[in-house]
């Protein structure tokens, strides 16, 4: 039986990462600071044999290094995560991600641990490759528009960790993950799922930014974490970086009419202009399709659950957690 140290594992994926370890009758250590992530997430994991949490920031070295030494895979996923939040707090946002990427990679080279560094699709920028490729040019805007500081960290974090491979052999595998969803994702930081369902549960308007034509491709949680454990896992993957996600697109406006189809609800759509919904100077992208090829060709991913189902677990998960709520609101009035 390995132990598995998953940074940022009261975070929404890393959450379903834990799960499905235990499941899998592995050892588990969380550490978290609860920043973006919730207690509530991991809350139900709390006794079960082999499970250990620590609720502390990956930035305090000794734990760091203590836990990192006992560990026999390190799953790195605390960030400051998202676009809206590098725009509110860049300065924070941007130390945090490079910062505890360093002190992870650092210490899983002292002990010789592999370790999995979760990048994003961000990192591909402005690019209107009709399927963006690992090794594709990137295409970024100007550095005074903080949204694109994440994309940046995050690409910072993928120079060090192939720095680390060149230069210590470290087993690291980076994966840059498309829009991944699912249930206990939170709507707080712009995320586009939980925030359409919530408010066609409650009844508001569908906020879409832009004319809604712009696409994306979502892909389960529950079809990303087991890939994530075959990577860490496979010796070929050390060294290099791989795409991770759904290649089926949806516009936007499309989402948000299926999700109103889905939970029945009455709301309208309205559509919200970027100069509205952002600070000045807000670029949002087309399209955004991963090539998985690589992946595929690896460990023969391919994602099995569709938007249908991806919208059935959410919608499953929010509603009695709206009611409570809405029940603990009437209470107080
Ligand atoms: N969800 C997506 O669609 C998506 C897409 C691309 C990349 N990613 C990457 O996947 C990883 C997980 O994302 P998520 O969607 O689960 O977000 P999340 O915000 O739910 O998870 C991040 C977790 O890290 C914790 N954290 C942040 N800084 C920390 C620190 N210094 N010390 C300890 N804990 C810290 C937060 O409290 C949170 O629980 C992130 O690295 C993110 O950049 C996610």
């Known amino acids: ?153 995050k690409a910072t974090d993928e120079f060090l960790a192939m720095a680390y491979f060149q ?43 832009g004319d809604g034509s712009q696409t994306r491709c979502f892909c389960h949680v529950k079809d990303v974490v087991p890939a994530m454990i075959d990577m860490i896992e496979h010796p070929q993957a050390y060294g290099r970086v791989f795409n991770l996600g759904s290649d089926r697109e949806v516009s936007i406006k499309g989402l948000a009419e299926q999700i109103l189809g889905k939970t029945g609800s009455q709301s309208p759509i309205r559509f919200i202009p970027y100069h509205e919904a952002y600070p000045t100077g807000f670029e949002d992208m087309q399209r955004r399709i991963p090539s998985l090829e690589r992946v595929a060709s690896l460990i023969g991913f391919r994602p099995v659950r569709t938007l249908d189902d991806i919208l059935t677990d959410v919608i499953a998960e929010m509603t009695p957690r709206l009611e409570e709520e809405r029940g603990l609101a009437e209470q107080a009035s």
């Not at 940022?8 to 250590?29: M, N, P, Q, T, Y």
């Not at 991944?180 to 994702?185: L, S």
Request: proline share 3%.
């Open 1 to 153: 039986m390995a132990t598995h140290l998953i940074t940022g594992g009261a975070g929404f994926i890393g959450s379903h990462l834990a799960d499905c370890l235990l499941g899998r009758g592995e050892k588990v250590v969380v550490i978290d600071n609860l920043s973006t992530g919730s207690y509530r997430n991991i809350q139900h994991l709390e006794g079960r044999d082999g499970f250990q949490c620590y609720v502390e920031d990956i930035r305090h070295e000794s734990l760091l290094n203590e836990l990192v030494r006992h560990a026999d895979r390190v799953y790195h996923l605390a960030a400051s995560v998202g676009v809206r939040l590098i725009i509110e707090k860049p300065t924070a946002s941007l130390i945090n991600n490079i910062v505890s990427t360093e002190r992870v990679l650092s210490c899983a080279s002292r002990y010789r641990k592999p370790v999995l560094i979760t990048s994003t699709s961000e990192v591909y920028g402005k690019s209107k490759q009709a399927a963006f490729c690992e090794d594709d040019d990137r295409i970024m805007g100007a550095t005074h528009k903080a949204r694109w500081g994440y994309a940046n960290s």
């Open 167 to 209: 230069e210590t052999r470290l087993p690291v595998v980076v994966v840059r993950l498309f829009n991944t969803v699912g249930p206990r994702q939170t709507g707080r930081y712009g995320m586009v799922i939980p925030n359409f369902v919530c408010q066609a549960l409650r009844g508001l308007p569908l906020l879409v930014h």
